[in-house]
């Protein structure tokens, strides 16, 4: 369950469509659909190679970086944008339906990545210094996607203040390393009245499905919902009587309480069979982060948080922002 944009490259443009990703920076394409050279594609001769997942379980892709026009309409083209072009068969483990890797982290993540250059310019970077948008934000919007509504939007310059119910409520990026490096804020998370985690770093990460926890807070939220690990999908799964139960998340982040209704914790069971589970299974979207909390980076608000809550993205002032939406609520999962 990834959000994916129609993205041009090269003049006339070549379509392809790209798994929106805030935790990472580097753009590029090449796993289905073959990069095609127009007159605006430059060979930097560069090579590079990215790395996704974490630290126990790791896809890569590998290949040459060139510098083209990227057209995401007719108001909103970049020039000589630094894209990745796979090579060898390497795809990071994307799924078919993706041909590459929108990269909409700050640029920082890019340091190191592509041969004989410190640091490649984002396609947020490059907008903001061709001066296509006047600030540096991004605003994103998802809906659930169970609601059979695949609607999503990415706002460059800004955000879309008809997609939200409220206004949109700010914290620093966080200066814990190693979240600091990414859209990284302090929250804390309760589970009704419990608090579950106390205030720590982490990040906000569209390109992850879920919303891992440190490992300590993943076992108070398992025994308080009652949640057995699934075998097969490796997700938490409980009962009808146990999901009747279940008391909403909440996220406090910079003082606001961003609350994750009973059925935004689970799994939309339309969509079951995407993650090899039963027709009939309620599966939980918390997940096992893999370590306990103090390392830096002890949770990842995922794609099923961003479902939930519009996102601002801002460079310009080194913040992120959420606001609830008409899909906060939603019981459609």
């Keep these: ?66 510098l083209d026009t990227v057209t995401f309409n007719s108001d909103l083209i970049i020039g000589k944008q630094s894209i990745g072009v796979a090579e060898g068969g390497t795809n990071a483990g994307l799924a078919g339906s993706f041909d590459g890797i ?23 970077d490059n907008l903001y210094t061709q001066k296509t948008i006047n600030s540096e934000v991004l605003g994103m919007f998802f809906s659930p996607a169970s609601t059979g509504d695949t609607t999503g939007e990415l706002t460059f310059g800004g955000y879309d203040a008809s997609k939200i119910t409220g206004g949109v409520s700010y914290v620093p990026v966080t200066t814990t390393s190693p979240a600091s490096n990414y859209w990284g804020m302090d929250q804390s998370i309760s589970y009704g ?26 076992s108070k939220y398992q025994s308080a919902t009652g949640a057995t690990v699934d075998e097969t999908t490796g997700l938490l799964t409980i009962t009808s009587d146990q999901y009747a139960k279940l008391t909403s998340l909440n996220f406090n982040i910079g003082g606001v309480s961003f609350e994750l209704t009973p059925n935004a914790q689970i799994w939309p069971r339309s969509l079951n069979s995407a993650i090899g589970g039963t027709t009939d299974g309620i ?14 980076l002890d949770f990842i608000n995922g794609y099923s948080f961003l479902e939930r809550f519009y996102a601002v993205f801002d460079t310009t002032n080194s913040r992120v922002g959420f606001a609830t939406t008409a899909n906060t609520n939603a019981t459609s999962n």
Excluded: C, H
């Design 1 to 66: 369950m990834f959000y994916g944009a129609e993205v041009g490259v090269g003049n006339p443009p070549t379509y392809y469509t790209l798994l929106v990703d805030t935790g990472s920076s580097n753009t590029w394409v090449g796993a289905t659909k073959s990069y095609e050279k127009t007159n605006t594609s430059q060979d930097t001769g560069n090579q590079f190679r990215l790395a996704y997942g974490s630290s126990t379980e790791t896809e890569t892709v590998s290949g040459e970086e060139y």
């Design 193 to 218: 009245d419990t608090l579950i985690l106390s205030e720590t770093a982490g990040i906000v990460d569209s390109g992850n499905p879920f919303i891992p926890i440190a490992s300590d807070a993943f």
């Design 102 to 124: 929108l990269g909409l982290g700050p640029v920082g993540l890019t340091k190191g990545l592509v041969r004989n250059v410190n640091e490649v310019p984002t396609v947020m």
């Design 283 to 296: 599966y939980l979207v918390i997940t096992d982060i893999g370590s306990n909390s103090g390392s830096g």
